[in-house]
């Protein structure tokens, strides 16, 4: 999982071949017992490898919204926001990735970040 914000999979078929090393894993920590995968999961105290990728992703935003690493945001992100009244510098409102000139783009870093990031309340995104 190390550096997963760069290599992270988008098609199906990798996350499933990902997905299923962790699924023979959990087997054998378990002993090989008849649980099914998600009850395995639950014993041993892990996450689906798609959940811990998005978790990544979301510790690298939050570092890189509070200035925690030394990158411009402007050149990634682009933020929106309609009612920017009332709101104080600190508060995030929905962003959209910023232009660039290829269309694989839509599976990298930034682009799973906005769509993620998104879906969120504006309660989660302004805490």
């Known amino acids: 999982m190390y ?13 499933l071949a990902l997905e299923s090393i962790q699924r023979q894993a959990t087997k054998y920590m378990v002993c090989y017992n008849d649980d099914t995968y998600i009850e395995r999961l639950f014993n041993t105290n892990l996450l689906p490898l798609t959940f811990v990728r ?37 508060e995030i409102a929905n962003i959209i990735p910023g232009s660039f000139r290829t269309e694989h783009r839509t599976s990298f870093y930034t682009s799973r970040m906005v769509k993620l990031w998104n879906t969120f309340p504006e309660n989660i995104k302004n805490t």
């Open 54 to 90: 998005e978790i990544q992703d979301l510790i690298l935003f939050y570092n890189l919204i509070h200035g925690r690493l030394d990158v411009n945001l402007d050149r990634y992100f682009i933020t929106v926001n309609e009612e920017r009244r009332g709101r104080s510098n600190n």
């Open 3 to 15: 550096c997963s914000q760069l290599w992270s999979p988008y098609r199906k078929a990798d996350i």
